[in-house]
Nanobody, 119 residues
Framework: QVQLVESGGGLVQPGGSLRLSCAASRSIFSIYVMGWYRQAPGKQRELVAAITSGSSTNYAESVKGRFTMSRDDAKNTMYLQMNSLKPEDTAVYYC?????????????WGQGTQVTVSS
């Protein structure tokens, strides 16, 4: 079992920045794909960014050049640095840990943290 705890959300003005953190209960980054997702009211949850065990990152087109995902293996913590925030970035942001094995898939979610971009 893996527990994920997000923090760092809040209210920010358009053009501002926030850094989200996701702390894992144990060392998993070497074997899990880690992701940040978001869900805005009335919309489906969408992938924002992901990082593989080999530290390869992918970003949604809507956040490329503005968001940066990273991780600190020693702290079992991953981050999402969000710059140049827009009102359309407003959503609940979730971190996710996913691993596929021959017998089952492992899929863990944090509780989410609210990000509101508004003037």
């Amino acid at each position: 079992q893996v527990q994920l705890v997000e923090s760092g959300g809040g209210l920010v003005q358009p053009g501002g920045s926030l850094r989200l953190s996701c702390a894992a209960s144990r060392s998993i980054f070497s074997i899990y794909v880690m992701g940040w997702y978001r869900q805005a009211p009335g919309k489906q949850r969408e992938l924002v960014a992901a990082i593989t065990s080999g530290s390869s990152t992918n970003y949604a087109e809507s956040v490329k050049g503005r968001f940066t995902m990273s991780r600190d293996d020693a702290k079992n913590t991953m981050y999402l640095q969000m710059n140049s925030l827009k009102p359309e970035d407003t959503a609940v942001y979730y971190c996710n840990a996913y691993r596929r094995s021959p017998l089952r898939d492992y899929d863990y979610w944090g509780q989410g943290t609210q990000v509101t971009v508004s003037s």
